[in-house]
């Protein structure tokens, strides 16, 4: 046999290796057509399955039937779809028309809580599916009254403490799912006892130090201080010193990041405090010394000052105005430099420098 033969007729005979993925390290086998063909049948399958259920439940809500059976299949279809919101509306027609006129107050509560334990189950797979969410909010406003003779909010008071239990595991997963956040503010407002908003403030403040780009606890925390302030729980001024002594430890850790500030902007507001507008573009100077490359603090530099320009043209030294002025103007052309994609951007902001500044009397 040539030697050219004899060798291809060993490599024949060799054993084939697995296919690997170097890319990620794992090895990958060659799926035989048999395998392929019998995955393709089950995938058929189930799809079969699915669409002789979905038009069994969807028959069953056209002729308005209410019965348990009924019932029970919507909690089959949904396990397999759960963004299928015309059968949640469909369950819950059942629950209101079929079950509950026949239920005790005890049934009601443990048929709700049954629904809550199902959608939570189903949310760990689908944490963002709004459906899940939208059903939890009509269980819990459902709960009926009663679980104790001395308070007749008892099993409310259980069921809302308990959501907000599942609601905080859901961010410990995930601790910038918006949804969950949005969930979490429905809750506070509507559990029968309120607790503290210093309370909700701590458990922002938790969130924010784990993590600084958590764009939805600084927004939550907007919400809780503007409360504090406005009902006068908290003084405002002494608070502020420490929201920024929050906000600018969390400059200096990311710079590069935005949540931070824009909370930060939240905290300057309309700028009319003059003497803060100007510690904060100090602050943010010397941090744009230590990162010359930093778009947002570029970004908030030529911000604030335009604010000074803005709100307290009359009060700046001679020549001041002019040379903020072009201090933006400075800022917005290195910006078009470092950050290309937006240079209409920072050229329609230099137009506007040009344009709101005000003509100052010497």
Same mark, same amino acid.
């Given at each position: 046999m040539p030697v050219?033969?004899s060798r291809?007729?060993l490599l024949?005979q060799?054993?084939?290796?697995? %296919?690997?993925?170097?890319m990620?390290g ?6 035989s057509?048999? =395998?392929?063909?019998a995955? %393709?049948?089950?995938?058929k399958?189930?799809?079969?399955a699915?669409?002789a ?6 028959a069953?809500k056209?002729n308005?039937?209410?019965s348990?059976d009924?019932?029970?299949l919507t909690s089959?279809?949904?396990s ?5 919101y ?8 059942i629950? $209101?028309n079929g079950i509950?006129p026949?239920?005790s107050?005890?049934e $009601?509560?443990?048929?709700l809580?049954d ?10 797979a689908?944490?963002k599916?709004?459906w899940?969410?939208?059903?939890? /909010?009509?269980?819990l406003?459902?709960?009926p009254d009663g679980?104790?003779?001395a308070d007749?909010?008892a099993?409310?008071? @259980?069921n809302w403490?308990r959501?907000l239990?599942? +609601?905080e ?10 949804? =969950?956040?949005n969930?979490?503010r429905?809750v506070?407002?509507s559990?029968?006892v309120? @607790?503290? !908003?210093?309370?909700?403030?701590a458990?922002?403040t938790?969130? $924010? ?6 764009f939805s606890?600084?927004? *939550? ?13 908290v003084?405002r001024?002494?608070s502020l /010193? &420490? ?6 430890n969390a400059m200096?850790?990311d710079p590069n990041d935005?949540s +931070?500030?824009l909370?930060h902007r ?9 003497? @803060?507008? !100007?510690h904060e $573009?100090? +602050?943010? *100077?010397?941090l ?7 778009k947002?603090?570029?970004?908030s530099?030529?911000h604030y %000052?335009q604010?000074l320009l803005?709100?307290?043209?009359s009060?700046? =030294?001679?020549?001041?105005a002019?040379?903020?002025?072009q201090q933006?103007?400075y800022l917005l052309t ?7 994609a937006?240079?209409? /951007?920072y &050229?329609?902001l230099a ?5 709101s500044?005000p =003509?100052?009397?010497?």
């Amino acid at each position: 046999m040539p030697v050219a033969q004899s060798r291809a007729h060993l490599l024949s005979q060799q054993p084939q290796c697995p %296919k690997i993925d170097y890319m990620h390290g794992v090895k990958r086998s060659r799926e035989s057509r048999e =395998a392929r063909e019998a995955k %393709k049948q089950r995938e058929k399958s189930r799809l079969t399955a699915y669409l002789a259920l979905s038009d069994d439940v969807l028959a069953r809500k056209a002729n308005r039937e209410w019965s348990k059976d009924a019932f029970d299949l919507t909690s089959r279809l949904l396990s397999m779809n759960p963004e299928f919101y015309t059968v949640w509306n469909y369950r819950r027609n059942i629950l $209101i028309n079929g079950i509950f006129p026949s239920s005790s107050p005890i049934e $009601i509560n443990d048929i709700l809580s049954d629904d809550l334990s199902m959608t939570t189950t189903a949310l760990k797979a689908h944490p963002k599916v709004y459906w899940l969410w939208n059903h939890r /909010r009509w269980c819990l406003e459902n709960v009926p009254d009663g679980g104790d003779d001395a308070d007749p909010l008892a099993w409310k008071k @259980r069921n809302w403490e308990r959501e907000l239990y599942v +609601v905080e595991r859901m961010l410990d997963v995930d601790s910038r799912n918006f949804h =969950a956040w949005n969930y979490r503010r429905y809750v506070l407002s509507s559990m029968p006892v309120k @607790r503290p !908003e210093a309370t909700e403030l701590a458990y922002t403040t938790k969130k $924010i130090e784990s993590n600084f780009s958590n764009f939805s606890a600084w927004h *939550q925390r907007t919400k809780v201080l503007t409360s504090l302030w406005d009902s006068g729980k908290v003084d405002r001024t002494s608070s502020l /010193r &420490q929201e920024f002594d929050l906000v600018q430890n969390a400059m200096y850790t990311d710079p590069n990041d935005q949540s +931070v500030w824009l909370y930060h902007r939240w905290l300057i507001g309309s700028g009319e405090d003059k003497q @803060r507008i !100007e510690h904060e $573009i100090q +602050v943010i *100077q010397e941090l744009l010394d230590e990162q010359p490359d930093s778009k947002w603090c570029m970004e908030s530099l030529v911000h604030y %000052k335009q604010l000074l320009l803005r709100n307290h043209s009359s009060s700046l =030294a001679s020549g001041q105005a002019d040379s903020l002025t072009q201090q933006c103007l400075y800022l917005l052309t290195q910006l078009e430099e470092i950050d290309p994609a937006r240079r209409q /951007r920072y &050229q329609d902001l230099a137009a506007d420098v040009n344009i709101s500044t005000p =003509a100052q009397t010497v």
